[in-house]
């Protein structure tokens, strides 16, 4: 179990303790969040000095356990003013598992724009005024020319600077492409605290060794035989997630029009098919990437122009059918050189395709028009008005045009699955302390469960529970989703919990998992209830149950009285 470090910005000192009682056996979300609960005062301003902001590693990271380095970032979050974990790919948190820190507390605010170099001989603060407005992509390049390339770098951009509201982080992958804490607007309390990156170097420290060598080789050999095991997996590595976008358009639960239609006519030409075609054409073009070191799934993929130009690593599916189909644009270049500025201004592409959406609803810009929406987006990063406004995400931009099909829970814009359709999605959309969203438990149709129907207003509150409690695990352990997916039955489960007990060298009982995702959605509910929120919360946007979707005709109706009993425990 590492260590964890406090770094005060205002004081500029650090403290390094030992894990202290009430946090041991967490990681990841877990950790970030039991922080989060203890030490932020619910009430706290976000923005304020009051407000911590911690990045932790997995209890899995800096092993050799696939798939298993995500960095969970955590706060309280300006976006849902709740408690707030979004957590990404890249090197970041393997590196801190190896320096021996569970987790790097941020605490206080710097008086100017501050860099802090974390590696094997402390923490060394830089002041960084002249990066200021610098974005993402060229700041990595300069940090990486004066320290070098064995590093992972955290960073914002103008949109973190600015506090904008959907603001997101930045994480580097081992060969310098960009991942994204997108949710929540983290990337704002990184800005308020005024500091622009950190720079981890794990240089001269050694790969966490499991306490039972012998168990934990038998056990990662198992794991990784039952993540490649997924019949999903072929898809994943040969298309990555765009591979959803027929998916999830032929079950009719694509988000298009400002969620008003479940299919979209322009599918096959965003779809990750096209996407692999158009990729064969074009040099340096990658269908399948890994963002982290040892994942064994390879999901993301580096998206070029047609001269080799890298736009992007990774094009994703939730930022197609939010960018894409939701603002019924169907030309993947245009969705890609969208999230090239989102990631360069530091923005969640998620929160801001959905601003665009509610945008072309109140008329500001034309359906489907492209080259008006991507210099919509150019403007979060000229701070003009409307740029503000759009960086503010989906909510602000909708109540600031007076528009009423707001599609957001607790502050949060939706995934890309309308909930009409995918009813179990909806209850996690309602239900998660985190707002919508569906990294906190996405609920599918499941070939191994015939009997499940995505469309029934009864039985989703059952496999929503399941699926956020085991996230909630998940996203502790540092695992990433796609390797997860495939874990879900009791068997792989048990190698997983057989992975964490040779490392640690605890024994645990078949309950593990589910008792870890308990804790850490019980305290996440304390926070949010401490900060005000209540049962009316926790509920979908009028219009879902009002307005029925079309091809279908579904409309939301999980009843009221069971979505209530959801993360209560
Ligand atoms: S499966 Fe995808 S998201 Fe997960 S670690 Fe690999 S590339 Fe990253």
């Given amino acids: 179990m590492g260590k964890i470090m406090r770094i005060n910005l205002s004081e500029l000192k650090v403290k390094v303790e030992d894990m202290p009682k009430e946090y041991r056996g967490l990681g990841g979300r877990g950790l970030s969040s039991q922080i989060v609960g203890k030490e932020v005062p619910p009430r706290a301003d976000p923005l304020g000095p009051e407000n911590k902001l911690i990045f932790s590693a997995g209890i899995l990271a800096g092993t050799v356990v696939p798939n298993t380095g995500r960095l969970s970032v955590g706060a309280k979050s300006p976006l849902t003013n709740g408690i707030k974990e979004a957590n990404t790919g890249g090197s970041a948190a393997q590196k801190i598992a190896r320096l021996g820190f569970q987790a790097v507390v941020i605490e206080g605010c710097a008086k100017e724009l501050t860099l802090l170099k974390i590696d094997k001989s402390g923490v060394t603060f830089v002041p960084a005024s002249s990066l200021k407005g610098v974005g993402n992509y060229e700041l990595i390049e300069r940090i ?9 770098i955290i960073s914002i951009g103008l949109g973190g600077e600015m506090k904008l509201k959907a603001a997101s982080l930045v994480a580097t992958t081992p060969d310098f492409h960009i991942r994204v ?11 308020s605290k005024n500091l622009k990156a ?3 170097d794990d240089t001269g420290c050694n790969p966490i060794e499991a306490k039972d060598k012998a168990k934990f080789r038998e056990a990662v050999a198992a794991l ?3 993540i490649l095991a997924d019949p999903l997996g072929p898809a994943m590595r040969n298309i990555g997630t765009p591979v959803l976008v027929m998916i999830i358009n032929s079950v009719g639960c694509i988000p298009t029009k400002n969620y008003s239609l479940g299919q979209f006519e322009g599918a096959e030409k965003i ?16 269908p399948s990437h890994h963002c982290m070191d040892g994942c064994i799934v390879s999901c993301s993929n580096v998206y070029t122009d047609e001269k080799g130009e890298v736009i992007v690593s990774g094009l994703e599916y939730e930022t197609i059918g ?21 990631n360069d201004v530091g923005v969640d592409t998620m929160d801001i395709g959905g601003a665009i959406a509610v945008a072309m609803e109140a008329g500001l810009l034309p359906w489907g028009d492209g080259k008006a929406a991507l210099s919509l987006v150019r403007e979060i990063g000229k701070a003009t008005d409307r740029g503000i406004m759009i960086g503010n995400g989906c909510k602000f931009t909708g109540e600031k045009l007076g528009v009423k099909r707001i599609p957001h829970v607790k502050g949060q814009c939706l995934s890309a699955y309308d909930p009409r359709g995918l009813k179990g999605v909806g209850v996690t959309y309602a239900t998660s302390p985190m707002g919508g969203d569906h990294t906190a ?16 207003p009864t039985g989703q509150t059952g496999p929503s529970q399941f699926m956020q409690t085991f996230m909630a695990a998940a996203d502790s352990l540092g695992l990433c989703m796609m390797a997860g997916m495939p874990l879900l039955s009791p068997v792989p489960q048990s190698t997983l919990i057989s992975c964490v007990s040779a490392m640690t060298g605890e024994s645990l009982n078949e309950n593990y998992l589910v008792n870890l995702g308990t804790s850490v959605l019980k305290v996440e509910r304390k926070f949010n209830n401490a900060a005000g929120f209540t049962a009316k919360d926790d509920r979908l946007p009028g219009f879902f149950r009002e307005e029925k979707l079309p091809p279908s005709g579904n409309v939301f109706d999980v009843p009221e009285k069971e ?3 959801v993360n209560k425990f």
């Fill in 441 to 456: 438990g996405l609920v599918l149709p499941n070939p191994g469960d015939p009997s499940y129907n995505p469309g029934s």
């Fill in 198 to 200: 950190v720079i981890i």
């Fill in 144 to 152: 990486k020319k004066d320290h070098g390339n064995k590093i992972s």
């Fill in 322 to 342: 939010l960018m894409g189909s939701n603002c019924m644009i169907d030309d993947l270049d245009c969705i890609a050189q969208m999230n090239r500025v989102c």
């Fill in 224 to 226: 990784s035989k039952a």
């Fill in 271 to 286: 779809s990750g098919e096209y996407m692999v075609e158009l990729m064969k054409k074009r040099p340096n073009a990658l």
């Fill in 563 to 565: 979505i209530d009993s």
């Fill in 181 to 191: 804490a997108a949710r929540g607007g983290l990337g704002a309390v990184m800005g």
